[in-house]
């Protein structure tokens, strides 16, 4: 079984920290509406939240699950993480830092 060759390229912090903190900020993404649902639960419960928003918890972590437990997913969120690493590259700069706003007076 051959090893596909980008998958060679990746060192363990990479698949094991970077590309899976993109995969929770996509998931969190697409799963907007659970999210809204259980924060606005636990905002209107109070200190009773554990009880009152297992309803919504469980829709949350179901939603995210399924996210990171699709391979698709992953290649999805992996393919985005090397775009990332190629341009960093060539470039210099962090993702975050080149897409932040330049000053508009001098």
Do not use: W
């Amino acid at each position: 079984m051959a090893l596909d060759p980008t998958e060679q390229h990746l060192r363990h912090v990479e698949k094991d920290v970077l590309i899976p903190k993109i995969m929770r900020e996509k998931a969190r993404e697409r799963c907007s509406e659970q999210v809204e649902d259980f924060t606005k639960c636990c905002k209107d419960s109070g200190i009773l939240m554990v009880v009152k928003c297992r309803k919504e918890n469980s829709a949350l972590k179901e939603c995210l699950t399924a996210y990171y437990n699709d391979p698709t997913f992953y290649e999805e969120c992996k393919i985005e993480y090397l775009k990332e690493r190629e341009e960093f590259r060539k470039t210099g700069i962090p993702t975050k830092k080149r897409l932040q706003k330049l000053p508009t007076s001098m």
